[in-house]
């Protein structure tokens, strides 16, 4: 089974009494990290959450969560949806602007970090995600652990955030490797899917997104027709736009 990556830094937090907060989508990255986290880190160190994105998410993900869970699952949310988000802003969010991550996902998990790690008076806190650098040549430049300055302070209130990110250099066979090895099943949507996010995410491929279609047809049609309602495409065909159906090859109602 392949290893974590750990530091001496990161064993001395563990030692210190850090609080680790594993962020898990339901994904196989994050099913992989927390079950080779819970192998290297105190029980109760352990604080999991995770980022609920409405009907957007595929179903039943929360409850796969919780089958393979030692912990409760802290289920955080934005005060907005996506497609509301969307149709606020008139655009999709894209590679380079993913208002996605970081207004549903990221600010609601730092949120709940705040807030948790002062109800227990602690100090220190570990962001811990689930992303690898074979992912994308933007994910291979990230650096696996390190000093979040954004979310710490050390004025009237100290607080110490650090990101950490465990499977950093695992492969993706490594990764479905390691949910065997502990015993476990990925999500059933890998049954057909290569990644998963939101049913229809922009870093989706055309396969992930055929799936979503076939088994959300609902879902997509919302897709569809807010696509045409602020005249903005999720997808690109080179330089061209290029509308979501005729991008996935299913007609609405077809």
């Not at 989508?25 to 819970?38: E, I, R």
């Not at 690898?132 to 607080?159: D, G, L």
Request: with cysteine.
């Amino acid at each position: 089974m392949p290893k974590v990556f750990i530091t001496g830094e990161i064993k001395e937090l563990i030692s210190d009494g850090a609080i680790f907060y594993v962020s898990h989508s339901g994904g196989k990255d994050s099913q992989a990290m927390y079950g080779l986290l819970k192998k290297v880190l105190p029980s109760e160190q352990i604080v999991l959450v995770h980022s609920d994105l409405g009907k957007v998410e595929w179903n039943g993900v929360q409850d796969h969560i919780k089958k393979y869970s030692d912990h409760k699952l802290n289920v955080v949310r934005a005060k907005k949806t996506f497609l509301e988000m969307v149709e606020r802003r008139g655009k999709w969010p894209s590679a380079a602007y993913r208002q996605c991550t970081s207004d549903l996902k990221r600010g609601p998990i730092f949120k709940f970090i705040r807030n948790d790690l002062k109800e227990r008076g602690g100090t220190v806190a570990v962001n811990v995600m689930g992303l690898r650098a074979q992912e994308s040549t933007a994910r291979a430049k990230k650096v696996p652990f390190f000093y979040n300055k954004t979310q710490s302070v050390n004025k009237r209130v100290t607080r110490h955030v650090y990101d950490w990110l465990p499977i950093f250099y695992f492969t993706t066979e490594e990764v479905f490797q390691t949910i065997r090895d502990v015993g476990e099943k990925p999500f059933w949507a890998y049954e057909k899917n290569e990644r998963l996010s939101c049913v229809f995410c922009i870093m989706g491929c055309v396969n992930d997104l055929r799936h979503g279609a076939e088994q959300r047809p609902e879902l997509y049609k919302e897709y569809v027709e807010l696509e045409k309602k602020i005249g903005h495409t999720m997808f690109m065909k080179g330089k061209e736009p290029i509308y979501l159906e005729d991008h996935v090859g299913i007609k609405v109602g077809a």
